[in-house]
């Protein structure tokens, strides 16, 4: 069991509580507005915390120093980013993902190596894919034999810089495309991960859990 912080008690927030509880995870969501709660099924058990979801001590109300990820889905696209930065950088959430409605501000965002799901192509779906790892066999395409598929990889910040034959090398399997400043791009000869880069691969479903070990941990030292 994990603990998960969301900031924005709307109704994808409070599907997304509701999922995570259901998924045996203890869930903590925050609003401004103590009435949004009332989204929430009979029988949450999760924390409710009133308050500004980038303010430091409405974070720690939610407990978010022991949260495993932190979902920003509120209406606002600056409220939504601030509050992801903090979480990363003041309380070193290691998995973020921030909700926004202007698809123009993705390359700004995407600077600050901060995951984003526009809402023009939103679902939940997405954003437990970004904040719950083992949403991410589900995919985003499966060819009819159901042994391969394609799909978001996570990467330690230590794959910054290498080149992307690299990462196939090592996790043996195929980088599809990259998405770099919200936009798709196809993989050259000389293509390096860069931060905020979303990779995706194809793979093959059986080594799902060997890959995703080897690419959330740090690139081996290259022998001298």
């Known amino acids: 069991m994990a603990h998960f912080v969301i900031m924005g008690c709307g109704r994808v927030g409070a599907t997304l509580a509701h999922t995570l509880e259901d998924a045996g995870h203890s869930v903590a969501i925050i609003d401004q507005d103590d009435r949004a709660f009332r989204r929430l ?29 932190f979902a920003a889905v509120s209406s606002g696209d600056n409220s ?23 698809p123009g501000r993705a390359e700004i965002y995407q600077r600050l190596g901060i995951p984003t799901v526009a809402a023009v192509r939103w679902s939940a ?79 093959r479903v059986a080594e799902d859990a060997e890959i995703t070990r080897i690419l959330a941990s740090a690139p081996a030292k290259e022998s001298e």
């Not at 924390?47 to 022991?66: C, H, S, Y």
């Not at 939504?80 to 202007?102: G, K, M, P, S």
């Not at 910054?160 to 400043?181: N, Q, S």
Request: net charge neutral.
């Open 41 to 69: 099924r009979t029988g949450f058990s999760g924390r409710r915390v009133t308050g500004v979801g980038f303010d430091r001590e409405t974070l720690k109300q939610a407990d978010i120093e022991n949260a495993y990820a």
């Open 80 to 102: 939504n980013v601030l509050a992801t930065r903090v979480a990363r950088e003041t309380f070193h959430v290691q998995h973020v993902v921030a909700r926004i409605y202007d």
């Open 125 to 203: 779906d997405q954003v437990l894919r970004r904040i719950l790892p083992e949403a991410n066999i589900s995919g985003d395409f499966r060819e009819p034999s159901g042994r391969l598929i394609l799909t978001e990889v996570t990467l330690h910040p230590g794959w910054i810089g290498r080149h992307i034959m690299d990462i196939e090398r090592a996790a043996r399997c195929r980088v599809a495309y990259l998405t770099r400043f919200g936009e798709g791009m196809l993989v050259a000869e000389d293509t390096s991960y860069q931060q905020g880069d979303t990779v995706h691969v194809m793979l």
